[in-house]
């Protein structure tokens, strides 16, 4: 899912996938409050990802496809939480003749993904799983989707499943030890990408509440991908949009190590 600017982060896309059960709203004793599904579904909820981690990302999965030629065909890639499109048209701009197919759960983000993504499809990693066979993908672009689930778990146990053997992913998420982040802990203050409340921004930077529900540093990503049935080839860094003017070459620069970059991007292959 996107996040957007102004101390929050930019997601990327919609996180169709967010909750297990579709029931699992929050209520109060005196008027319902909407659930994460609804949340997600609310058009005002930002779905479009930072052009900086779009490149980046793809940049690195073009490097690991290769270009398309005598002897290498286009390789299927699943944007899953494609959110607008606008990540993966951008995406598709760098992975020239390969396949893009966005899927999401929401349906108003897959109304404005259609005239950007030349094929899209409405799935979402619980219940049924993605509309797709076992070992039918190259690869997967998981865009600042996986701090939205309740479980994501069984959210990469459906990547491993739709990927052939040797496919691969590309996962993206804001980094709970970001630079930033370590100074404003210190400072006792609520990290940025961190929220307590699906109604409004408490104790830290920011105006927009995005929905994240979980956060990783790079050691843990690292781990937790490769305990669901992923070999991890690479962890690069990338900028965040929403830090402020004056402070963004400091942020481009701790790009250059990941534990302490705005967001993580990682890239693993199916074992």
């Given amino acids: 899912m996107t996040l957007s600017a102004s101390g929050s982060t930019e997601t990327g896309k919609s996180p169709e996938a967010a909750v297990t059960s579709p029931e699992a709203a929050v209520t109060s004793p005196s008027r319902p409050v909407p659930g994460l599904r609804d949340f997600y579904e609310n058009p005002t909820v930002p779905v479009a990802s930072g ?3 779009t490149l980046r990302q793809a940049r690195m999965l073009a490097d690991a496809l290769g270009p398309v030629g005598p ?3 286009a ?3 699943l944007d899953v939480g494609c959110g607008d499109g606008s990540a993966g048209a951008t995406a598709a701009r760098v992975l ?3 396949h893009i197919v966005g899927i999401d ?3 108003d983000a897959l109304r404005r993904a259609a005239p950007r993504l030349s094929q899209v499809v409405r799935g979402e990693l619980t219940g049924k799983g993605l509309p797709f066979a076992s070992g039918s993908a190259d690869a997967v672009l998981f865009s600042e989707v996986v701090e939205h689930l309740v ?3 069984s959210a990469l146990d459906e990547l ?3 990927l052939r053997p040797g496919g691969h992913l590309m996962l993206s998420t804001p980094n709970l030890a970001a630079w930033y982040n370590r100074a404003l802990l210190l400072a006792g203050v609520q990290p940025v990408f961190s929220e307590v409340s699906l109604r409004r921004i408490h104790g830290r930077p920011g105006r927009e509440v995005v929905g994240h529900l979980r956060l990783y540093t790079a050691r843990a990503l690292r781990e937790f991908v490769a305990a669901s049935g992923f070999e991890v080839v690479a962890v690069a860094g990338a900028p965040f949009h929403g830090v ?3 402070l963004r070459p400091l942020d481009r620069l701790a790009c250059g190590l990941p534990s302490l970059a705005s967001i993580l991007l990682v890239h693993a292959r199916k074992v």
Avoid: F, K, L
Wanted: hydrophobic share 20%; no cysteine; net charge neutral.
């Fill in 151 to 153: 479980d994501p778990d």
């Fill in 244 to 246: 402020p003017r004056p």
């Fill in 51 to 53: 052009e900086a981690r």
């Fill in 160 to 162: 491993h499943r739709v």
């Fill in 105 to 107: 759960w929401s349906q």
């Fill in 96 to 98: 020239d003749g390969h």
């Fill in 71 to 73: 002897g290498r065909p």
């Fill in 75 to 77: 390789a299927t890639v």
